[in-house]
DNA sequence: ACAATAATGTGAGATATCTCATATTTTTAA
DNA sequence: TTAAAAATATGAGATATCTCACATTATTGT
């Protein structure tokens, strides 16, 4: 991770623009800094005492079992809060994240913890935020209890194709997806059959586009 | 639902003073009311207007998936929040919340919404909650993931025994495990034939407690 | 350019979990 | 009090998913 200052910083303040996140000037407490791709922002375990706004760039959000299986538990897009929960509750210990390209971030410093707690403005943004996460991985927990693979890797091929071609890499997804690498390939290979993709050099070419988004629309 | 009133009111905001939740005089805007065993505090799919705030009582957070299959999300316990995500983010359709035992709660109707949405005291408890809320989700999620019902059952008969003796509904318990009732059954039959558990007609004794424990702590 | 590492691909056999059918017992409501 | 509804129980056969072993093909760092 590196401190942007100058010009760089200032492009980023103007582009992205943070001042009515708070009621109190921000500026003081605010770095912009950039992590390179596959840079760990938080190590699983350790107590962050930083604050991150991710403006740009995507990343996961890891945690390891104790059994040794490691949960790619979700991505993370611009733009986020990261460490919110940390700043909240002193001394939580946290996730792994790491980026999975160039990110950039705004990191505020714990220095001004005590006017971020009684910030009416920002703590709204926070619950916002909150909310939503609570509300998704709500949503993720029942679905994955509810549905078999079939369903959630068509609608995650549905959600991440490009130009209607698939190319994620299946040693990540089958992580996000919670199954094996060759119960993944198995389901794929399946799915090759029924003519709902086909495989080239370039990825998996969607060519039933209604069939997937019916076994992706049962989730929802 | 009823509303208590007088001497049954006063008596529960002696005993459960929530002043100090508020940079406000919340009062006016509070009800003390009861629900009855079984009854519904939100109907699934509506858009509820007041938020709750549970001061005694159980209740169970469901949703219906497309396919047909019920979800028992969680088990909802005193002190609580509901309704918050709905006051934050206007017309979120929520889903069933229905009691278990008789319940009593503060309901707060939305008519202070503006009051509330810039009150940093309250805010900050709502992120608080929110905060675990998410963590808690997540934590159910990964686990749910890396774990076979062996584990997860084995956690779940160390919480919820008393005096050594589980004897929740099988019926409710597999939806909440997320599991078939035909495979949480055959779990138990395992548990008794490992003598972890035995079975009486006063429910399922815990006979090796240390096995139990063993299974249960390997999720963390 | 090459060796090390990561990612892909596949077979075989095990296990976890599901669906469905059906019988019995317990609880609940009229 | 009795009939209906809910909960418990169990068998049998299917399916979803896992583990492990091993071979092949990219990718990457030096």
Redesign the pocket.
Request: no cysteine; glycine share 6%.
């Given at each position: 991770m590196h401190i942007l200052t100058g010009r760089a910083r200032s492009d980023y303040l103007k582009k992205y623009p943070i001042d009515d996140f708070f009621s109190f000037d921000i500026q003081p407490y605010l770095e912009v800094c950039q992590f390179d791709k596959g840079e760990w922002i938080f190590q699983e375990g350790s107590f962050p005492d930083t604050l991150y706004y991710m403006l740009e760039g995507k990343a996961k959000l890891y945690m390891t079992h104790k059994n040794g299986?490691v949960s790619l538990i979700e991505y993370l897009k611009a733009p986020l809060f990261m460490g919110e929960i940390e700043l909240l509750n002193e001394a939580r210990y946290t996730k792994g994240i790491q980026t999975v390209t160039k990110t950039i971030c705004y990191s505020i410093t714990q220095s001004c913890k005590e006017k971020l707690l009684v910030d009416a403005l920002f703590l709204r943004r926070l619950c916002l935020f909150l909310g939503e996460k609570a509300t998704n991985m709500t949503a993720k927990y029942t679905q994955n209890q509810a549905y078999?693979?079939?369903n959630r890797l068509a609608a995650f091929i549905q959600l991440s194709a490009e130009q209607g071609i698939y190319k994620e890499?299946?040693?990540?997804i089958c992580e996000y997806l919670?199954?094996?690498?060759?119960?993944l390939?198995?389901?794929l290979?399946q799915f090759c059959e029924e003519q709902i993709v086909e495989?080239r050099k370039t990825g998996y070419h969607i060519i039933d586009k209604k069939r997937l988004a019916q076994l992706a629309q049962e989730i929802q």
């Open positions: 299986k078999p693979l079939e890499k299946h040693t990540e919670g199954v094996s690498y060759r119960h390939l198995y389901v290979a495989k």
